[in-house]
C-alpha cells in the first residue's frame, strides 16, 4: 500500500531532505506540501507537480481523511502543535529534529501517539551519514578496541550569523546550535556510547542571534567512553569531523558527510554516486607509524523512509525510536543547565 504522505513547511527541511525522497520511493505518494510563503509554494508546485500546495495546517488537517502521514518540517516551537493534531486526525508522523523545544514536551507527544495507536518518529538523518556508518561499523567490529575518547565536529564558517527564524529563536523555542546540531550529535554519542552518567557544556552566543552560535558538549558516557562534542558557525579553520581513540587504533575523518551539499545543489536520490564520498576523503585508521585508509560507507537518507514504510507495514521497527529523541532532548537540556551554571560562578568570582 502506498503510504499518502504530506510535508508540512518547505524550507530547508521539507525541500531539501524529506521532498525529494518521498518522491523518490515508490512506497510513498507526496500528495501534499504545505507553506504560506508565496515564492516556496511556487517552488513546491514547480518542483512536484503531482503534490497539491495548500497554503497552512488548517487546510491540510481539513483534508486528513487523504492522508496518512504528516511530516513535520516546521520550526521547532511548532512541532508540539502540529504533531498533536496530526495524531488527533488519526495520523502517522515524523517530527523533524530538535523533536520539541523541551523534553517534557516531547514525552508527552510520545504518549499521545501510544494512546492513538500511531506511529510517531523523529528525522535523526544524521545516523545515516556515510562516515558515522562507518565508524559505527568499525566500533561495533572492535576495529579501535576500547574506546576511550570520542571527538565529533559539526562546524563551518558562516561569521554573518543564522538566517530567517534561526536567527531570531530562543532557546526557550528550540533555537540556538545547540538544539540545532547538538540533536545530531548527541544522537550519535549515544547511539555509539550508550547511556550518559554526567554532562559538562560551554555554550556561547558571539553572533547577533537570539541564542547561541557555538558550544562544546562533553558526555561521560556509562561505559567509560568520554564524548566531545563541538558545535560552530565560527570555524575559519574546522578540525577533523570524527577523531577517536580507542585501545587498539584511532580514527581520523575530515570533512562532512556529502549528502546535503548534493541536494542543495540540485542532485536527486538515485542519482548516480549520491551519497558516496569524494576518493580522495577517506577516514584513517591506525597507530603512529601503522595507519591506513578506511574504505567509506555511503551514506543513505533514503534508509530512514525505507525502515518507516516497513514499520508502517507492521513488519519492522521504527527508524527512529521517538523515546531515543526524549533521551537526547534530556540531555541538551542538561548542557544548558551546566552552561548555565558555569556562567554564574564567572560572574560571581
Known sequence: MTIRTAVLGYG?????????FLDHDDGYSLDFIVTGDAQRAAQAAAE??????????ADLFARASDVDLVVVGTPPWTHDELATTALERGLHVVVDKPFAPTAAQAALLVARAERAGRQLTVFQNRRWDGDFRTLRGLVDRGALGEVHTFESRFEWWQPGGFRGWKARATVAEGGGILYDLGSHLVDQAVVLFGPVERVWADVVTRGDAAADDEALVVLTHANGTRSRLFMSGLAA?????????????GYTKWGLDPQEAAL??????GDAGFGH?????PGTLGVPG????VEPEPGDYGRF????DAALAGTGPLPVDPVD???????LERAHQSADEGRKAESIR
Do not use: C, Q
Not at 530547508?12 to 525529494?20: L, N, Q, T
Not at 542543495?264 to 536520490?269: I, T
Not at 564520498?277 to 576523503?281: F, G, I, S, V
Not at 601503522?290 to 585508509?293: L, Y
Open 325 to 331: 529523541a526524549v533521551t537526547v532532548l534530556e540531555l
Open 305 to 308: 523512509y525505507r525502515l518507516l
Open 237 to 249: 579553520r574546522p578540525a577533523p569531523r570524527f577523531h577517536v581513540l580507542g585501545s587498539a587504533a
Open 264 to 269: 542543495v545543489a540540485g542532485a536527486k536520490p
Open 48 to 57: 512536484h507537480p503531482g503534490a497539491t500546495v495548500l497554503p497552512g495546517a
Open 277 to 281: 564520498e569524494p576518493p580522495e576523503n
Open 12 to 20: 530547508v527541511s521539507g525541500r531539501v531532505f524529506h521532498a525529494p
Open 290 to 293: 601503522d595507519a591506513r585508509p
